[in-house]
């Protein structure tokens, strides 16, 4: 079963707008600044792959994905927790219209 084109749709700007406040959050800024930095020197040494520069680069470099992972994947677990909840209360009210307000399709007449 393949979602809605407007569901599709929302869920592309949810993860847009998430994705871009995640970029913004404090912690996510400074370590791309550090990473930054780290890259810079990182070309200030001719033999990049054996200096100390390359390793601390590539360790702010992980640690930023890594954080920004975390952060997309806890939104992403609130995101899906209010779906399931907000489809089960769908489920549960038509199940209480439809036992309120029974159709004629539901009591054939004799």
Not at 16 to 39: G, M, N, Q, T, Y
Not at 57 to 64: L, N, Q, S, Y
């Amino acid at each position: 079963m393949r979602f809605p084109l407007w569901c599709q749709k929302a869920l592309q700007e949810r993860v847009d707008c998430v994705s871009a406040r995640i970029a913004r959050h404090p912690d996510i800024r400074r370590l791309r600044e550090e990473e930054d930095k780290a890259f810079q020197q990182l070309f200030a040494n001719m033999d990049i792959v054996r200096s100390p520069e390359f390793s601390e680069w590539e360790d702010k470099h992980h640690c930023k994905h890594a954080l920004v992972n975390e952060h997309l994947y806890r939104q992403g677990l609130q995101d899906g927790i209010q779906i399931a909840f907000a489809l089960l209360n769908m489920l549960d009210i038509d199940e209480t219209e439809r036992d309120l307000y029974p159709s004629s399709a539901d009591n054939p007449k004799d």
